[in-house]
């Protein structure tokens, strides 16, 4: 099970912005929203998928995009943490249905209310 859900939007004045998380007693730090954000634009500026292995966690995630090529809104991302002996790939498929939710309720903020039960979904992988 995923120890959290957390969504990062790009401002190129600031860098790495934490939209929100859950649930609301998870730790994150700017470093971990730099090393997610960047997993992703080291890569490609399309969509897609990365993950990486961090001291403690290891995170899966899915980037919206950037230019002429994205996914609902640019330059977020899509998250889930998870602990060190859990297997990233495994969360793909349901990541793919969780990040296509939030990204379309991220213009009006309602992705935030749907943070608790698309976590619970997380607990049936």
Known sequence: MPVGILVIRWDNEIGPINEGFYPENLKITNNLLTQV??????????????????????????????????????NYVVALILRRDEKPNK???ILKTIAAEILEKIQDGKFKKVLPDLYKDLAKI
């Open 37 to 74: 954000y960047s997993s992703h634009r080291y890569q490609s500026l399309r969509p897609g998928f990365a993950s990486i292995s961090l001291k403690n966690n290891k995170v899966v995630s899915f980037f919206s995009g950037v230019g002429s090529d994205y996914i609902s809104v640019e």
């Open 91 to 93: 969360y793909r498929e």
